[in-house]
């Protein structure tokens, strides 16, 4: 006798009477809620009985405990009024028969939010949740059956067997309901929580708050639970839900609604974006809610980022009938943000405020609209240390400069480390998010605050870095899969990435050095996720089995091994033994590999013999080009694209590990050649003011400061002047008057204008020094450039963009010139060539102010779409035939000829759809074409700036495309 459910729960074994077979047994407590009884009766043999009898029969029957536990919890809840106004007090009274304590859970929820999901309340209510029986819970293999088989098809088994074996009959059996009469399991000790309120004195409303009240923990014993909150700005209908669980472990559910509602209203007409230059038009819908004829006075006002020659104001009284409503809106000009390269404002704000009144009643209502730049900085960078008493760096001044402005940055210091201004204002601003990138832009975050509490003087601002950290420690659950590791989007098994989890591991190691709190629960799940793979590491990138026997891993395996131990060493989860098994792996090391592997050694011990062999694997890779000191490999192969590599990554690595070797052993490692492998990092950034790639700004500026640390700085004392000399006149400009360097001063920094006068002209920038001091220059060069067909829109892939209207039961594709109107439905259409097999591939299509995506996934979206439909339109496309046979990633994933495997990551698996931008990204891309599409609806007339489509690898973003720059006209 088995009891099953999700398993066998129970097993015993009895002999039947064959004159009364009947089965009897106590139903436990686990038995609930339901069980399946599964019986395999088999019949004594004796001795020189014929063996062609029937041997067993099998049985079973499904049963349902009739458990007072699944008995719901009669739960009402009652709002004190059924209509309130915004900023009223709502009273809820929750009434739960029950005779033990309860503990309820209460949102009061904005139901237009409710509605975007396809679920009902019943979604929320635990009575809705009870297990059930699966059909076959438990297979019976059964080794009788497995015999059985084998002895009939012997050559001692006859036809005659095998008739008599298949015709046995079922074993019968005759079941009743039963009662579980057990007691009840104690409820854990109920904690109290507090709930928050908030509440605003503005008489101007803000749409902003979609939670009117949330406490996951009232507690309630004879009397009923009473409430008190104050609603927000929302005019609308809320939803009350209430979750009920008992301490005899009874669970139920109430809901109830009430509305808060003005009999004057207000409902702004905006776009959800602009972009500078935009022309719009902004207003309000206006409802006479009450049930009589008014007047009302409309006064419509908008201020912050607008062109000079903009009317933003509106004041007009309007007559309203009864239940009327109508809208009034103003035209507008979106202004363009203030220049200022070294903190440039990527996005600003229009404040649009609509008033409505009478004597009676009145509504205000704030709505703020982003502007977001249409121009992108140009910057370009040259460093060096001064070379004498005067050192002249060329200089060309372009002649085309947006808006005739442009700007020279200019830095000496007596230190060794980079100016790493660029490296933070291209993470601070850097616009895509995947868990990598959280974690790049935590641990630049994490420098910048430590260089400003040495006293460092940082060239761009940035207000958010100890937010971001928290931030990130946050989230970090919400980027974990259930096995431990990380991923970089959804966080399933399946997604979790070993390199991945090792760089997280890291970074939790530093923040923790630092002293903040690493969630330890997130951080030992990791931990063992690392040792676990460690320890059965014959798997690739994926999880997925190697096709190796032996235990020499691949070169890519190894590696993503060396990075495991280097993240436990810094946790401290690391031992002298874990390190000497993997020697064996040494051999299949790159670069990369080698210097993790010689930081791990390092921390655990750095007295290791094992120390010398893995310094020995690197020099190996040493050599002298032109006088200077190099390392270099044989091309590593395209596979280890997955773990991000970089050659400039695998170089900081090294001068990491180098650093950290001649500070921690008697190791002789000249200076001079750490000194020059500091300057290979430096000048790896290739007169940019980072370097190229988020994971090679973390490793580079790590090693920086961990070799400016080990050197120290120059305290000699030196005296510099800055002149810009025309090379035409010969004029010159003063830039830096008489700066002084000493122990206490190391780094100074100014910034130049470049007038209108000055374009189009070259010259030299002049440093004249006194002293014998080394010093460092950097002079980065800005402007800002705007999108336009003469910009390089191809490199490495061929992006295009083309939208198409539909109007009622009509397509068309627009053309440049030709117009949209306000309701009509707009198919994106993104066409992507790609040329080559790529890694972490994003494709970015920013969204024009007029339109608004549409998400299907959303249960208030009208699926006015199918196949077919699509189908008819695509032939009229000017790139039809180019990507025909293009693989589709559509809008609505349940189209019939879209088939998405979830195994298959060699595509776009992610897609993010928001007001501004829509992005797919994928982890790998098999060269080919594409088709991407999404949806949209026009909200709003105007004419709204496109820019273009943007695709790029992400770890290599040399590689590009861009589509061609775009115009959208909405007519009113």
């Given at each position: 006798m088995t009891i099953e459910r999700a398993g066998i729960v129970d097993q015993w074994i009895t002999e039947l009477d064959l004159r009364n077979p009947v089965i009897e047994f106590s139903v436990a407590e686990?038995?609930?809620?339901?069980?399946?009884?599964?019986?395999?009766?088999?019949?004594?043999?004796?001795?020189?009985?014929?063996?062609?009898?029937?041997?067993?029969?099998?049985?079973?029957?499904?049963?349902?405990?009739?458990?007072?536990?699944?008995?719901?919890?009669?739960?009402?809840?009652?709002?004190?009024?059924?209509?309130?106004?915004?900023?009223?007090?709502?009273?809820?009274?929750?009434?739960?028969?029950?005779?033990?304590?309860?503990?309820?859970?209460?949102?009061?929820?904005?139901?237009?939010?409710?509605?975007l999901s396809q679920a009902s309340e019943k979604y929320y209510d635990p009575t809705q949740k009870h297990w059930t029986v699966r059909t076959d819970p438990v297979p019976t293999f059964g080794l009788i059956h497995l015999l059985n088989n084998?002895?009939?098809?012997?050559?001692?088994?006859?036809?005659?067997?095998?008739?008599?074996?298949?015709?046995?009959?079922?074993?019968?059996?005759?079941?009743?309901?039963?009662?579980?009469?057990?007691?009840?399991?104690?409820?854990?000790?109920?904690?109290?929580?507090?709930?928050?309120?908030?509440?605003?004195?503005?008489?101007?409303?803000?749409?902003?708050?979609?939670?009117?009240?949330?406490?996951?923990?009232?507690?309630?014993?004879?009397?009923?639970?009473e409430l008190e909150f104050v609603l927000p700005d929302n005019l609308t209908s809320w939803k009350v839900v209430v979750m009920a669980a008992s301490t005899d472990d009874r669970f139920g559910f109430a809901s109830t609604t009430f509305n808060s509602v003005k009999d004057t209203e207000?409902?702004?007409?905006?776009?959800?974006?602009?972009?500078?230059?935009?022309t719009f038009h902004v207003g309000a819908s206006i409802y006479n809610r009450a049930n009589r004829e008014r007047n009302l006075l409309v006064e419509l006002s908008a201020d912050g980022l607008l062109a000079d020659t903009v009317n933003s104001e509106f004041r007009e009284r309007i007559r309203f009938d009864p239940q009327e409503r109508k809208v009034v809106t103003i035209p507008l000009v979106a202004g363009e943000l203030p220049v200022d390269f070294q903190n440039l404002q990527q996005t600003g704000e229009i404040r649009f405020v609509a008033r409505v009144r009478d004597r009676h009643d009145h509504d205000a209502l704030d709505v703020r609209i982003p502007v977001r730049t249409s121009r992108f900085p140009v910057s370009s960078v040259v460093y060096g240390a001064l070379t004498g008493d005067l050192t002249s760096i060329p200089l060309e001044v372009p002649e085309k400069l947006v808006d005739q402005t442009g700007e020279l940055n200019l830095s000496l210091t007596?230190?060794?480390?980079?100016?790493?201004?660029?490296?933070?204002?291209?993470?601070?601003?850097?616009?895509?998010?995947?868990?990598?990138?959280?974690?790049?832009?935590?641990?630049?975050?994490?420098?910048?605050?430590?260089?400003?509490?040495?006293?460092?003087?940082?060239?761009?601002?940035?207000?958010?870095?100890?937010?971001?950290?928290?931030?990130?420690?946050?989230?970090?659950?919400?980027?974990?899969?259930?096995?431990?590791?990380?991923?970089?989007?959804?966080?399933?098994?399946?997604?979790?990435?070993?390199?991945?989890?090792?760089?997280?591991?890291?970074?939790f190691a530093w923040l923790a050095e630092a002293g903040y709190d690493v969630p330890r629960k997130v951080s030992e799940k990791l931990i063992g996720y690392l040792k676990e793979y460690l320890a059965s590491d014959l798997t690739d990138e994926y999880g997925w089995p190697s096709e190796q026997n032996s235990t020499v891993l691949s070169g890519y395996q190894a590696t993503i091994g060396s990075l495991l131990l280097h993240a436990l060493s810094i946790s401290g989860e690391l031992e002298v033994a874990e390190l000497d098994v993997y020697s064996e792996q040494i051999h299949q090391l790159h670069l990369f590999g080698l210097s993790h592997y010689l930081l791990a050694a390092l921390r655990v011990d750095p007295t290791l013999p094992l120390i010398d062999k893995i310094f020995t694997r690197i020099m190996n890779h040493r050599s002298l080009v032109d006088g200077a000191v190099e390392f270099r490999e044989k091309a590593v192969p395209?596979?280890?694209?997955?773990?991000?590599?970089?050659?400039?990554?695998?170089?900081?690595?090294?001068?990491?590990?180098?650093?950290?070797?001649?500070?921690?052993?008697?190791?002789?490692?000249?200076?001079g050649e750490l000194?020059?492998?500091?300057?290979?990092?430096?000048?790896?950034?290739d007169n940019q003011p980072r370097w190229m790639?988020?994971?090679?700004?973390?490793?580079?500026?790590?090693?920086?400061?961990?070799?400016?640390?080990?050197?120290?700085?120059?305290?000699?004392?030196?005296?510099?002047?800055?002149?810009?000399?025309?090379?035409?006149?010969?004029?010159?400009?003063?830039?830096?008057?008489?700066?002084?360097?000493?122990?206490e001063t190391t780094k100074l920094q100014t910034r130049f204008s470049?007038?209108?006068?000055?374009?189009?002209?070259?010259?030299?920038?002049?440093?004249?020094?006194?002293?014998?001091?080394?010093?460092?220059?950097?002079?980065?060069?800005?402007?800002?450039?705007?999108?336009?067909?003469?910009?390089?829109?191809?490199?490495?892939?061929?992006?295009?963009?083309?939208?198409?209207?539909?109007?009622?039961?009509?397509?068309?594709?627009?053309?440049?010139?030709?117009?949209?109107?306000?309701?009509?439905?707009?198919?994106?259409?993104?066409?992507?060539?790609?040329?080559?097999?790529?890694?972490?591939?994003?494709?970015?299509?920013?969204?024009?102010?007029?339109?608004?995506?549409?998400?299907?996934?959303?249960?208030?979206?009208?699926?006015?779409?199918?196949?077919?439909?699509?189908?008819?339109?695509?032939?009229?496309?000017?790139?039809?035939?180019?990507?025909?046979?293009?693989?589709?990633?559509?809008?609505?994933?349940?189209?019939?000829?879209?088939?998405?495997?979830?195994?298959?990551?060699?595509?776009?698996?992610?897609?993010?759809?928001?007001?501004?931008?829509v992005r797919y990204f994928a982890e790998e891309l098999e060269r080919g074409k594409y088709h991407l599409q999404w949806i949209g609806q026009v909200i709003t007339p105007g004419e709204f700036t496109v820019i273009p489509t943007h695709v790029e690898e992400m770890y290599r973003p040399v590689m590009f495309g861009k589509s061609e720059p775009w115009t959208l006209i909405v007519e009113p």
């Open positions: 686990t038995y609930a809620p339901q069980f399946k009884l599964s019986v395999i009766a088999i019949a004594r043999l004796d001795a020189g009985e014929r063996k062609d009898t029937r041997l067993h029969r099998f049985a079973s029957a499904k049963f349902n405990v009739e458990d007072s536990r699944a008995i719901p919890l009669k739960v009402i809840v009652l709002s004190d009024r059924s209509s309130y106004g915004p900023h009223d007090t709502v009273k809820l009274t929750i009434n739960g028969e029950s005779t033990t304590p309860v503990e309820y859970a209460v949102t009061v929820i904005d139901e237009a939010l409710m509605d084998s002895w009939l098809r012997s050559s001692y088994g006859s036809r005659l067997r095998r008739e008599m074996y298949s015709s046995i009959s079922p074993l019968q059996l005759s079941m009743t309901s039963v009662v579980n009469t057990g007691s009840r399991l104690p409820a854990p000790a109920l904690g109290e929580r507090k709930s928050f309120q908030q509440t605003t004195d503005s008489k101007t409303r803000r749409v902003n708050k979609f939670i009117a009240y949330w406490n996951p923990s009232v507690i309630a014993t004879d009397e009923p639970a207000i409902r702004t007409v905006s776009p959800n974006v602009v972009t500078e230059g935009d007596t230190e060794e480390k980079v100016n790493f201004d660029g490296v933070f204002q291209y993470v601070r601003d850097y616009p895509y998010f995947c868990w990598e990138q959280h974690l790049t832009k935590a641990v630049l975050a994490l420098h910048y605050l430590r260089l400003e509490a040495e006293g460092d003087k940082h060239g761009v601002e940035w207000h958010e870095a100890q937010e971001i950290i928290g931030q990130l420690l946050a989230a970090a659950v919400d980027h974990q899969a259930p096995n431990g590791g990380m991923a970089f989007f959804a966080s399933r098994d399946d997604a979790a990435r070993p390199y991945l989890s090792a760089y997280t591991a890291i970074v395209l596979a280890y694209v997955r773990m991000l590599h970089s050659d400039t990554r695998s170089l900081c690595s090294v001068l990491e590990a180098l650093t950290l070797m001649s500070e921690k052993t008697t190791q002789d490692i000249d200076i000194k020059e492998l500091a300057n290979a990092v430096r000048y790896a950034r790639s988020t994971q090679d700004n973390v490793f580079c500026t790590n090693a920086m400061l961990a070799y400016s640390d080990f050197v120290g700085s120059n305290f000699d004392e030196i005296f510099a002047t800055v002149d810009f000399r025309r090379q035409d006149t010969g004029q010159t400009t003063r830039i830096a008057d008489a700066w002084q360097f000493n122990a470049l007038q209108p006068q000055l374009l189009g002209t070259n010259g030299t920038i002049d440093i004249a020094r006194q002293g014998n001091g080394t010093a460092f220059y950097n002079v980065k060069l800005s402007y800002l450039s705007k999108t336009d067909n003469d910009l390089n829109r191809f490199s490495g892939f061929e992006i295009h963009r083309e939208y198409v209207v539909l109007r009622g039961q009509e397509t068309s594709i627009l053309s440049p010139g030709d117009s949209a109107e306000r309701g009509d439905i707009i198919y994106v259409n993104l066409y992507l060539n790609n040329k080559s097999d790529r890694f972490f591939v994003m494709v970015d299509d920013t969204v024009p102010g007029g339109i608004e995506p549409v998400n299907f996934a959303l249960g208030t979206e009208s699926r006015f779409m199918d196949s077919q439909d699509v189908d008819d339109i695509l032939p009229s496309s000017k790139f039809y035939e180019d990507f025909r046979l293009a693989r589709r990633v559509w809008a609505d994933y349940t189209i019939s000829n879209v088939i998405w495997d979830l195994y298959d990551i060699r595509g776009f698996r992610h897609r993010e759809l928001g007001l501004q931008n």
